[in-house]
């Protein structure tokens, strides 16, 4: 069951005042005809939080054609809604319902830091800074502290952070800097997307949406 029988597009950067459409569908947002009307340099999407976003964004950098993502039959069994991410196929699976799915691309974590589990969408940022955790600056000391969002930042274009209740699993659902690494298992546990494919994804969920990692 598609949400109202939109089309299944994402305009990258639009903004759309959140909850319209929400009580009837999984899917938060409704898309909208019109060109956005935001200031460029100093938006953000309404769900995005402010202490882990930057303003403006990147969006016009990406390569929108670049993505993976294709309308399949629902191999999950999960409801409407429910991310579903399979680290052994690699693919990223977005219940519509009515036996049907999106499908995307991804890459996973490496031998030894894979995750699996089940959690939901805790926030929801737009185009990330990073800040490697202590656990990782120790094992690659040329990291960074920070990294401000960008281009070149390894979290993309957008990040899904990963909860169980109130607490944060410090995994994530995020873009890359490296499309080649879509497919393989290189990551310290989260999971990668095209940046393509994370701008689309992030327009469809909400803080709250379920997450199945098998």
């Known amino acids: 069951m598609r949400a109202r029988n939109l089309p299944l597009i994402f305009l990258a950067g639009l903004a759309i005042p959140a909850g319209q459409g929400a009580a009837q569908s999984p899917f938060p947002f409704q898309l909208p005809g019109a060109p956005p009307t935001h200031d460029a ?3 953000l999407p309404p769900d995005a939080d402010p202490n882990y976003s930057t303003p403006g964004g990147f969006d016009q950098d990406v390569n929108m054609k670049q993505t993976t993502r294709k309308e399949v039959s629902d ?3 999960e ?3 429910t991310v579903t991410i399979n680290t052994h196929e690699r693919k990223l699976y977005l219940s519509l319902g009515g036996g ?3 499908q995307y691309g991804i890459g996973v974590g490496r031998e030894g830091f894979a995750w699996k589990g089940t959690a939901e969408i805790g926030r929801k940022s737009f185009w990330p800074g990073w800040t490697p955790p202590p656990e990782m600056l120790a094992r690659q000391r040329e990291l960074p502290a920070h990294m401000d969002g960008g281009m070149e930042n390894p979290l993309g274009a957008r990040a899904l952070y990963l909860f169980q209740g109130k607490k944060d699993t410090l995994f994530r659902i995020h873009g890359t800097n490296d499309p080649s690494s879509i497919g393989k298992a290189v990551s310290s546990g989260c999971i990668r997307m095209m940046d393509a494919d994370v ?3 992030y ?3 909400a803080k709250g949406t379920p997450v199945v990692v098998l």
């Open 75 to 77: 191999p999950t069994g």
């Open 199 to 201: 701008i689309d994804l």
């Open 100 to 102: 049907q799915a999106l």
């Open 41 to 43: 340099a100093t938006f």
């Open 79 to 81: 409801p409407a809604g």
């Open 203 to 205: 327009g469809r969920v």
